[in-house]
C-alpha cells in the first residue's frame, strides 16, 4: 500500500510538472504575427491534370471554384501590400488531402520561383503541427502574388494558409514542438498508468480511459507529421485519413471512458446506452468519412461534428445525472472531462485555426486531452487507493471474523470448529512414517461443583488459568483447544505411548499442584484426562470415540488420572492403561 502511494504521488508530481510547464509556455508566448489567406476570396481556376499553366487573365475573381476534385485547382492570393517587400516569406499551408501541390512565388519585377510537394513525398518542407512550408527566396524586390496549384485536392474548405517571415516560422517551429512533444508524452504516461491501473483494480473505465490516451497519441503523432521521422512515404492524404479515423475512434473510446466510470445504476440505463450508441456511429462513420476525396466532403464532416456535440451533450447528461445522485466517481470525473468536452465543443462551433502558433483546433484538443488526462490519472489513482484501503479492510475484518470463529471467547483457545481445522491436515498424512498421533481430552473433575459453591465467574477464572497453562505446551507437535464447557483437546504428534502417558501425567499433576484460589479458602482442582493413539487412517470421529470412552474410565474409576486406550475393546475388559494421583 505505501509503494502503491509513493507511486502515485510521483506519478502525480510528473504529470503536474510536465502540464503546468506546457501551459506556461502557452501563456507566455505572444500571439502569431501571421497573416491568413482566405482561399475562398482567391482568384482562381480549374484545368485538367497535366495540361500547361493556366495564363493570368483566365484566372476567375469572383464566385466558388467547383469541379476540382479530380482535376488542377490554381489558387492566386494578391500580396500587395503586405509589407513584404525584401521577398523574406514563408508560406504555409496545413496538410489537407491532396495528390500533389506546387507553390509559386511571383516577384513584382516579373520574376517566379516554385517548389512542389506530393502525397508521400514533403521533402524538407513538413513542419509540425501539420503544416508544409514554402520559403521565398530573398530577390531585390517584393512579391507581388503567390499561385498555389492543387491536384486533385478534397475540398477547399479544408485549406488553411497563411504568411510568415522567417523568424517567426522558425519560433512557431521551436514553439509547437516542444508543445506538442509535451502533451504527447503526458497522453503517453496516462495511457501507460491507466493500463496498469485496470490490470491492478480489473476496472473498465481506465482500460477504455487508457486505450482513448493510447488513441489520442496516436492521433497526435500523425497529425504533428512526427511520424515522418519514421516513415516519410506516409505524407499527405494517407496521415490526413488516419487522423479522421483515429479522431472518430478516440470519440467512441473517451465515452465508454466516460459512461463506464460511473458505477452501475449511478445514470440512466438509457441515457448511458444512448451516448454509448451515438459514439459507435461515430466511431463507425469515422471508416468511410477517412476515405472520402470527392463529393461533399464538409456536409460528411458537419454530420459527424454533430454527433459529436449531441455525444457531447449525451455523456455530459450521463455526468450530472450521476453526480446528483452522490455518485463519487462521477464528481471525481465530470471535472477531468469537462475540459476535453468543453475544447472539442469549442472547435465545432468556434473558429480556432488561428490559435496556437497555427496548431488551431487540433493542437488545442491535444492539450486539453493531455490535461484531461493528468486530472483522471490522479483521480483514478484516488478512487483505486480508496478501493484497495476498502478491500484490505474488508479482507481484515473478514479475517478477523474468521479468526473469532474459530476461537473460544473466553480462554482465546481454538474452539472445536478451529481445532478441527488445525489438525485436519496432520491426519491427513495419516501414511506418514514415526508415531501415530495421540489425541487427549482433558476434562476438569466435578467443575459444577466449583460454579455452585465459589460461583461462576470464578469458574470462568479456572478456566482461564488452565487454557494458560495448556497454551505454554502448544507448538508445532501440540495444538490445543477448549470444546466447550470444561472439556479440553489436545493433539500431540512425534510421541511414543510411554511419552504421550509421561507428557499427561505431567499435565495432570501440573494442574492438581496450581493454585486456583479467589478467595481466603484454598480452591483445589484436578483433572481426568482420556487418551486414544490413532490407529491406521482412522478419522478424527472415530480417534474422538475412543478418547471420551478412555475419559469415561478415568472418571468412572475415580477422577484425577489418566487413562491410555490400548485396545479399542468396551470399557470394563482391561481395555486401558492408567496413571493415577491418589
Not at 504568411?163 to 516542444?178: I, P
Not at 480508496?386 to 479475517?399: H, K, Q, T
Not at 493454585?515 to 482412522?538: C, H, M, W
Request: hydrophobic share 50%; glycine share 10%; aromatic share 8%.
Amino acid at each position: 500500500m505505501a509503494i502503491d502511494m509513493f507511486l502515485t504521488a510521483a506519478l502525480r508530481q510528473l504529470i503536474l510538472a510536465v502540464a503546468l510547464s506546457s501551459l506556461a509556455l502557452v501563456a507566455a508566448t505572444p500571439v502569431s504575427a501571421e497573416t491568413r489567406l482566405d482561399a475562398g476570396r482567391a482568384c482562381f481556376s480549374v484545368s485538367r491534370i497535366g495540361e500547361p499553366p493556366v495564363a493570368p487573365d483566365r484566372f476567375e475573381c469572383s464566385g466558388e471554384p467547383s469541379d476540382y476534385q479530380k482535376a488542377r485547382l490554381a489558387l492566386r492570393f494578391d500580396l500587395s501590400g503586405l509589407g513584404n517587400a525584401r521577398g523574406e516569406t514563408v508560406l504555409k499551408v496545413h496538410n489537407s488531402r491532396f495528390d500533389r501541390l506546387q507553390a509559386e512565388f511571383v516577384y513584382e519585377d516579373g520574376s517566379r520561383w516554385d517548389e512542389t510537394v506530393t502525397s508521400g513525398d514533403y521533402h524538407s518542407h513538413w513542419r509540425p503541427g501539420g503544416q508544409i512550408a514554402f520559403e521565398a527566396p530573398v530577390r531585390e524586390t517584393g512579391l507581388s502574388h503567390v499561385v498555389l496549384r492543387l491536384d486533385r485536392l478534397a475540398s477547399t474548405g479544408l485549406l488553411r494558409i497563411s504568411l510568415t517571415d522567417r523568424a517567426e516560422s522558425s519560433a512557431q517551429f521551436t514553439l509547437l514542438a516542444a508543445s506538442i512533444g509535451a502533451a504527447l508524452t503526458l497522453l503517453l504516461i496516462g495511457a501507460s498508468y491507466n493500463f496498469g491501473l485496470a490490470v491492478a483494480s480489473r476496472r473498465r473505465f481506465a482500460f477504455w480511459h487508457g486505450a482513448w490516451a493510447l488513441c489520442m497519441v496516436a492521433w497526435g503523432a500523425i497529425w504533428s507529421q512526427f511520424h515522418l521521422f519514421l516513415w516519410p512515404a506516409m505524407a499527405g492524404t494517407v496521415s490526413s485519413q488516419l487522423c479522421t479515423a483515429l479522431s472518430c475512434l478516440a470519440v467512441t473510446l473517451a465515452t465508454a471512458g466516460a459512461v463506464l466510470a460511473v458505477a452501475p445504476g449511478g445514470t440512466p440505463d438509457r441515457l448511458g446506452k444512448a451516448a454509448l450508441a451515438t459514439a459507435v456511429v461515430i466511431g463507425l462513420l469515422g471508416l468511410p468519412l477517412a476515405f472520402v476525396r470527392s463529393g461533399p466532403i464538409l456536409a460528411y464532416a458537419d454530420l459527424v461534428g454533430g454527433l459529436m456535440v449531441l455525444d457531447l451533450l449525451l455523456v455530459a447528461a450521463c455526468l450530472v445525472m450521476a453526480w446528483r445522485r452522490g455518485n463519487k466517481e462521477a464528481r471525481m470525473f465530470a471535472a477531468g472531462w469537462s475540459v476535453p468536452m468543453m475544447a472539442l465543443a469549442l472547435v465545432q462551433l468556434v473558429d480556432t485555426d488561428g490559435l496556437l502558433w497555427g496548431g488551431g483546433s487540433q493542437l488545442l484538443v491535444l492539450f486539453a486531452s493531455a490535461c484531461q488526462t493528468v486530472w483522471l490519472s490522479v483521480a483514478a489513482s484516488r478512487t483505486h487507493l480508496r478501493l484497495r484501503i476498502e478491500r484490505d479492510m474488508a479482507r481484515r475484518a473478514m479475517a478477523d471474523a474468521k479468526n473469532l470463529a474459530r476461537l473460544d471467547p473466553l480462554t482465546g483457545l481454538n474452539n472445536r470448529r478451529g481445532f478441527f481445522e488445525a489438525v485436519g491436515a496432520v491426519l491427513a498424512r495419516g501414511g506418514s512414517k514415526g508415531p501415530a498421533p495421540a489425541l487427549l481430552l482433558v476434562d476438569i473433575d466435578h467443575f459444577k461443583s466449583i460454579n455452585d459453591a465459589i460461583g461462576h465467574e470464578a469458574g470462568d477464572r479456572v478456566l482461564t488459568a488452565i487454557a494458560e497453562l495448556l497454551a505454554r505446551r502448544q507448538d508445532k507437535t501440540c495444538t490445543v483447544a477448549r470444546f466447550g464447557g470444561e472439556e479440553f483437546a489436545i493433539l500431540v504428534t512425534g510421541m511414543t505411548a510411554f511419552q504421550i502417558l509421561r507428557f499427561a501425567d505431567n499435565l495432570r499433576r501440573e494442574i492438581g499442584e496450581a493454585d486456583f484460589s479467589t478467595g481466603p479458602a484454598p480452591l483445589a482442582v484436578t483433572a481426568s484426562i482420556g487418551i486414544a493413539r490413532r490407529k491406521g487412517d482412522e478419522d478424527f470421529r472415530a480417534l474422538y470415540r475412543r478418547a471420551d470412552a478412555a475419559l469415561y474410565l478415568a472418571k468412572n474409576q475415580g477422577r484425577d488420572r489418566v487413562v491410555l486406550d490400548q485396545d479399542g475393546a468396551p470399557p470394563g475388559r482391561g481395555r486401558a492403561l492408567a496413571l493415577t494421583g491418589s
